[in-house]
């Protein structure tokens, strides 16, 4: 790896630390980071390269892993806790990282309630939020946001939404995990391609000029445009401005070179899911090993998803028609649509042990980038065809130096209490209960 | 004491509501009130859901109980508890309407929503033993709080701003600047709320598509002089850059239609100043474009404006991106400036003109799109070894088919109401097959449907039998939900979260018919109330199959044993079931009926029907729900609309006239003229 950045004559992390926004913000975009960067045990930067000139310990990330529809608990939840857990048919693509994962299950979904929707919308709004759904939209952001607002002030993008499927029944709710806010939806980015322009497409430094030139001229069009505007309307247009602003920050930090990133193909077949989501997980991997931002979130199925599973040898009907598939045609060991989910999710629990996987072969001092990133899985539902909120599933990684791994845990406690945990215990965020409405305790039974 | 109600009356003179509220307050004290209505009793009532169906859009609207919405202010809840006095039978209370409907003491659609001896009953009670004594003139004024209700009133959400949709994105840069790429098509895609892909609140602008937008304006400006000026967008001769007249005159004509209004000073310099930035005149032409397509002021277009300058301007918006989906054009934006859009007869004039520009089919086709969910249809999935016709051809065939038939009824001068009344369709090859008539020689042209399969409007036609359906058969609640919901403009309540909403499965040794398998929702307490409401409609309809072939019996497949991927080789077992179609709609009066025919003529006739394809054009035009101070509006337009016979030109007519003759002056909450951090 440093032979890697010595191809790049003169160019420090300092450097990008000058890029400036128009705002006059300081915007940090990393490099790989340099061995000559690190202190002499490699556990944190060195002083030399902190403007501080103090030791500081590695950025924590936090990722948000969602699937859609549920999980058949039978196929999935292990029958004993602790380590000797025996693995279930689900959980197999986990087996060479059992040691870096914790299998949750048990977990209240609290937040459902009585609100206005059905069973996926309002638990979609609950998983995300802690929030009851109101019928639109949930009622307050997602748990990536609330955490990319204490962790992200400085990175080139404050979060990164990425997807992979895109079929679903079409509304927000369905669409999309990642909320600023009551109806504001982050969309995922889902075309890979798309995705490595965002992140490391390279621009020359005429085209950032122009680019900022041509900001700056939108950015005084909508403060004319805002004068006298009523308060909605003008929050509207703030959220635009806001999204310029961040439009800016990301082009005027340039993207820094990382020759190991090749831009995907755009012409092969766009519903390839486990291809594109291990292109989307890669992607995602160098994002945060390039400190270009330290919180995402994967939306690999979609809520209350339409996918179709062709590889699986399940393409006659999608997704969500399997988890109501109430067996017409019943197979030797249950109903067919519990075994083609099981087929399902153990591609979920496949694709995440992908990243986690691709995380923990990046070093970054002297341990890997998955040490210093805390993942959580979870699923729509616990048992997929009564849309069961109460004993949903989860599964943490990373972070390990903070949290418990190798076991499998009933919990007692809500979806709420798993996010303060992970928030406060793994990344430091520091946020107390009050960020999360259904949390009334810390799950210590997740950290060292 | 009364003196005192009547200055209070005087100071907020714009509610008169409000002044009859603080009479009744006042004489009620009088009266010994038992218990604060607010505090105690609606809190219960509340909580035992009655709402979900009494509201203006539940499907209990029909009847004379409806709540006012959530957030109500008090003074409304109290009137609204006085009101009750309606539902109470003053010598013999125990014996009200009020208290034996929610303890289905008589039939409840609902079911027993308020336990028989429980506390809450308790307080009912209480309540209404007092309403049982309020006096003639108290009584008098309690009933008044419907005929305010109905006579709408409050401020409806004001929208200045709004966000061209993708498929306006779409049309707006091909009819600006030539571009044939639809680049919106890369856009994250929109999601639907109340219905529809327009609507304000699903509008956020999140990263990503600023982001997009400023991909798509990069590219579109870069293809705007990829040959020259080509496309003509430079209005006069030009040499460099520095031809100061050319570069202004050009930055003010297209900013003129890309802005839909003519440029404030300040924006001519902001552009010119990009202009010359650069030597070449195409190149900062190209640059200014780009801006401009990045502008909010080009991305938002104006529904209404606090700018008095650009009100005739933003006329010309709401009537050119209603009517035709785009942009306003080169007449329409000269009408705006010579003050020829400023009363509702101008308005009225326009609208009629720009309805017979084949640009208002466009406008129409959106709208019929969302309205009549064609994605559903068009994501729709069927086991092809039931239904081996049906494929993404013969879904797309099924959209064809929606939207020549509603162009045909709007277009021709038709009644609309005829959408579920024709006994026609408008049919290809893949549509011929499926529905057995010959092929017509031209696709799309129109063909009777064989009158035993008594297919009725959309009600028969395919598409809403498909969209509607599952994988391996039709869905009777879903139906019986897209009647409620699209057709009657009723919402009806989710099932509540944690009810297993599987079916009994089906075995050969004891088949059965759908309806027979949902009579799990009518015999479970939980499901019954709203599955009463839904379920029947969809029984009604069950001679089409879940692609909307006929069908005189249900044919059920059993296949002897799974066989993974090869299963479709395997010979199923076939049973064949006599169905029961009798269908019906609770709520409306006498509207049993056993095939799309009867339904459809009910639905022809019945008033909420008729008002709700008012309240969806309502809908689909201001991009928002309609509220309450929305009801003359809507009232007025479905007077209009069914004076023409069910015209929807006459429709349209009289929305936009009101849409552009209401009040602008009422008072807004201005925010403070810089931007937020």
Redesign the interface.
């Known amino acids: 790896m440093s032979q890697l950045i010595t191809r790049r004559p003169r160019l420090s992390r300092r450097f990008f630390l000058k890029g400036l926004t128009l705002a006059q913000a300081p915007v940090i975009v990393g490099l790989p980071p340099l061995v000559s960067m690190f202190n002499s045990t490699g556990t944190a930067y060195a002083a030399e390269v902190n403007p501080a000139k103090k030791a500081v310990p590695f950025e924590r990330r936090f990722v948000l892993w969602f699937n859609g529809n549920g999980i058949p608990e039978r196929y999935w939840i292990p029958d004993q806790t602790g380590p000797d857990y025996d693995t279930t048919a689900c959980l197999t693509p986990l087996a060479r990282l059992r040691d870096q994962v914790h299998v949750l299950s048990g977990l209240d979904n609290s937040a459902?309630?009585?609100s206005?929707?059905?069973?996926h919308?309002?638990?979609m709004s609950a998983l995300m939020t802690c929030t009851h759904y109101t019928g639109?939209?949930p009622g307050g952001p997602s748990v990536d946001q609330i955490v990319a607002r204490k962790l992200a002030a400085e990175t080139r993008?404050?979060s990164l939404?990425i997807g992979v499927s895109?079929?679903s029944?079409?509304?927000?709710i369905h669409?999309?995990m990642s909320w600023?806010g009551p109806?504001?939806?982050?969309?995922p980015?889902e075309i890979p391609h798309r995705l490595f322009d965002?992140l490391f497409g390279a621009k020359d430094q005429g085209w950032v000029n122009?680019?900022r030139?041509?900001?700056d001229?939108?950015y005084?069009?909508?403060?004319?445009?805002?004068?006298?505007?009523?308060?909605?309307?003008?929050?509207?247009?703030?959220?635009?401005?806001s999204?310029?602003r961040?439009?800016e920050r990301?082009i005027t930090s340039l993207p820094p070179e990382y020759r190991e990133v090749a831009k995907p193909d755009e012409d092969f077949d766009m519903k390839d899911w486990p291809r594109i989501a291990k292109i989307q997980s890669d992607l995602l991997a160098y994002a945060l090993a390039t400190r270009q931002t330290r919180v995402a979130s994967y939306m690999l199925t979609k809520c209350q998803g339409?996918a179709?599973f062709p590889w699986l040898?399940h393409d006659?009907?999608?997704h969500h028609?399997y988890t109501?598939?109430?067996?017409?045609?019943?197979?030797?060991d249950g109903?067919?649509g519990q075994r083609i989910m099981r087929d399902i999710c153990r591609w979920h629990v496949e694709e995440f042990a992908y990243l986690v996987a691709k995380l923990k072969s990046i070093p970054e001092g002297d341990g890997t980038l998955l040490d210093h990133t805390c993942l959580v899985f979870v699923h729509e539902h616990a048992e997929a065809?009564?849309?069961?909120?109460?004993g949903v599933i989860a599964l943490v990684a990373g972070s390990k130096d903070r949290l418990a791994h190798g076991r499998h845990t009933r919990m007692m406690g809500t979806i709420g209490d798993l996010y303060r945990t992970l928030a406060d215990g793994a990344l430091d965020a520091g946020l107390g209960s009050e960020a999360f409405p259904t949390s009334s305790r810390r799950l210590t039974e997740l950290l060292i | 004491m009364y003196g005192d109600a009547i200055m209070v009356c005087a100071r907020i003179s714009h509610w008169p509501g409000l002044c009859l509220l603080f009479v009744a307050g006042a004489l009620a004290a009088s009266a010994q009130q038992p218990l604060s209505f607010s505090d105690k009793l609606y809190p219960a009532l509340q909580k035992a859901g009655c709402r979900m169906c009494h509201n203006p859009e539940g499907v209990a609207s029909p009847t004379r109980l409806r709540f006012p919405e959530e957030g109500a202010s008090t003074e409304r809840v109290e009137a609204f508890g006085k009101s009750l006095a309606e539902l109470v039978n003053r010598q013999n209370p125990d014996d009200s309407i009020l208290l034996k409907k929610p303890t289905n003491r008589i039939k409840h659609s609902g079911g027993e929503r308020i336990r028989k001896g429980g506390a809450d009953e308790a307080l009912l009670k209480e309540w209404i033993g007092y309403l049982a004594t309020l006096s003639g003139p108290e009584l008098e004024q309690a009933l008044q709080y419907k005929q305010r209700e109905a006579a709408g009133s409050g401020d409806a959400p004001q929208v200045v701003l709004r966000r061209l949709t993708h498929q306006q994105y779409n049309n707006t840069v091909r009819n600006l600047l030539g571009e044939p790429t639809d680049p919106a098509n890369q856009f994250p895609p929109e999601d639907y709320v109340n219905g529809f892909k327009n609507q304000y609140q699903s509008q956020s602008l999140s990263p990503i598509q600023a982001e997009a937008y400023s991909l798509a304006a990069e590219r579109v400006a870069a293809n705007a002089f990829r040959r020259g000026d080509s496309r003509h967008l430079i209005p006069c001769a030009f040499g460099g850059a520095s031809d100061a007249a050319c570069r202004l005159k050009f930055i003010e004509t297209f900013g003129r239609r890309a802005f839909r209004r003519p440029l404030e000073p300040g924006e001519v310099a902001r552009y010119d100043a990009l202009l010359k930035a650069e030597d070449d005149f195409l190149k900062g032409a190209q640059t200014v474009i780009e801006a401009i397509l990045q502008s909010p002021s080009f991305l938002f277009w104006m529904e209404q404006t606090p700018n008095p300058k650009w009100k005739p301007y933003a006329a010309a918006s709401r009537l050119a991106y209603f009517l035709w989906d785009t942009m306003p054009d080169e007449p329409l934006l000269d009408a705006a400036s010579r003050g020829e859009l400023n009363t509702p007869e101008d308005i009225e004039r326009v609208a009629r003109r720009m309805l017979d520009d084949p640009r208002a089919k466009q406008g129409l086709d959106d709208f019929v799109s969302q309205w009549l969910r064609f994605d559903r249809a068009l994501t729709a999935a069927r086991d092809h070894r039931f239904f081996p016709l049906f494929n993404h051809d013969v879904a797309a065939a099924m959209t064809e088919e929606a939207r020549h038939f509603i162009g045909d009824l709007v277009w021709n001068d038709r009644s609309f109401m005829g959408a579920f009344t024709a006994n026609y369709g408008f049919v290809n090859s893949n549509l011929a097959a499926l529905y057995k008539v010959p092929t017509p020689a031209h696709e799309y042209d129109r063909v009777d449907f064989p009158a035993e399969q008594e297919r009725s409007g959309l009600l028969g036609q395919a598409l809403f039998l498909t969209l509607t359906s599952k994988l391996e058969d039709t869905a009777p609640t879903s139906r019986g939900l897209f009647v409620r919901e699209q057709f009657l403009c009723q919402h009806v309540p989710p099932p509540p979260p944690g009810v297993d909403t599987n079916l009994p499965v089906l075995d050969q040794a004891r088949p059965m018919t759908n309806r027979e398998r949902l009579a799990v929702h009518t015999t479970d307490k939980t499901c019954a109330g709203c599955h009463h409401l839904i379920d029947p409609i969809g029984f009604g309809l069950e001679k089409f199959d879940a692609i909307g072939m006929y069908r005189e019996k249900q044919k059920l497949l059993f296949y002897p044993e799974y066989h993974g991927a090869g299963a479709e080789k395997v010979k199923p077992k076939e049973i064949l079931l006599e169905m029961d179609t009798t269908g019906q709609v609770a709520g409306i009066a006498d509207s049993q009926f056993t095939n799309a025919r009867q339904l459809g003529q009910l639905l022809a006739r019945t008033p909420q029907c008729q008002e709700c394809i008012v309240k969806q054009v309502f809908r689909y035009m201001t991009g928002r729900q309609d509220a309450r101070a929305d009801v003359p509006v809507i009232r007025r337009a479905l007077e209009d609309f069914r004076a023409s016979g069910f015209h929807y030109k006459e429709l349209v007519v009289s929305l936009v006239k009101q849409w552009e003759s209401k009040p602008a002056e009422r008072s807004v909450n201005v925010a403070a003229n810089h931007p937020s951090p």
């Open positions: 459902v309630g009585n206005a929707g059905d069973g919308s309002t638990s639109r939209s993008f404050r939404q895109q079929e029944f079409g509304s927000a669409k999309n600023a109806d504001r939806p982050l969309p980015e965002r122009r680019k030139s041509i900001l001229a939108v005084q069009d909508a403060n004319l445009l805002r004068k006298g505007l009523p308060q909605e309307d003008a929050q509207r247009l703030d959220e635009h401005l999204s310029i961040d439009l990301a339409l179709r040898g006659e009907a999608r028609d109501h598939a109430d067996g017409k045609a019943p197979g030797e109903p067919v065809n009564v849309h069961k909120n109460s």
